[in-house]
């Protein structure tokens, strides 16, 4: 599916990246949560892929596609994008199989991701949120304390008892911040999984960030007992 439309809001996400959400103009665009699209400015042949940020439930409720946009692929920059409300893009879409599986069964789903790549877990788990069939856990790593996108959603979902949460900042933090610090470890993973006899057996965990991330994190949960099988991955 190709449809061109109208940018409707941009928002601020963290220090580098802008949650951009495209008005649908009343068009049924239907996609599975964690799914991409390819984006570029109308009449452009270059589109680069933008993984859609919210739960396909929510975007049919607000009528807009919501994007989480580094900076360096936007208007700061001079290229690819402009970011402000009015300008026309080009859609392509939906592509991926990065997806939560539609199931009938009860299982923890664990999403880790870093930095920008939660914005396809954060469509997932407000998708698994919204089936309420699952026991959610998010371990969320970024390297400041500003660069965390969705956080005070976030901190509210976990005050809610809706999700556990964990954040953690991989550099120099101020004394303000009350979360983890460091890079995602063993002990991290290991507080998140279910079970303590056979850790990780019915956790079914989602990877999305960059390729550090990607690669290490699977490493981690296999030695924790993940099965590979149930262990899902997507670059950022």
Request: aromatic share 6%.
């Amino acid at each position: 599916m190709l449809v061109t439309l109208p940018i409707r809001d941009v928002l601020p996400g963290t220090a580098r990246a802008r949650i951009v959400r495209l008005d649908l103009q009343s068009r049924h665009f239907p996609y599975r949560a964690g799914q991409a699209v390819l984006i570029g400015a109308h009449g452009s042949d270059k589109r680069r892929p933008y993984s859609i940020a919210e739960a396909p439930e929510h975007a049919a409720t607000t009528g807009c596609l919501e994007l989480l946009v580094g900076l360096g692929d936007g208007s700061a920059s001079g290229s690819h994008l402009t970011l402000t409300p009015g300008t026309l893009v080009d859609v392509e879409g939906p592509h991926g199989r990065f997806i939560v599986p539609e199931t009938s069964e009860r299982q923890r789903l664990l999403f880790i991701a870093g930095g920008t790549g939660i914005a396809p877990l954060r469509s997932m788990f407000k998708h698994a949120l919204a089936t309420g069939r699952h026991q959610i856990a998010v371990l969320y790593s970024a390297r400041t304390p500003d660069e965390f996108a969705f956080a005070p959603e976030l901190r509210e979902l976990a005050a809610s008892g809706q999700i556990a949460l964990r954040m953690t900042a991989t550099r120099e933090a101020d004394p303000s911040w009350r979360d983890g610090r460091g890079r995602i470890g063993p002990e991290h993973l290991a507080s998140l999984l279910d079970g303590h006899e056979t850790p990780g057996r019915n956790t079914l965990c989602f990877v999305c960030g960059p390729r550090s991330l990607v690669d290490d994190i699977p490493v981690l949960l296999q030695t924790l007992g993940v099965a590979r099988e149930r262990i899902r991955m997507e670059e950022w």
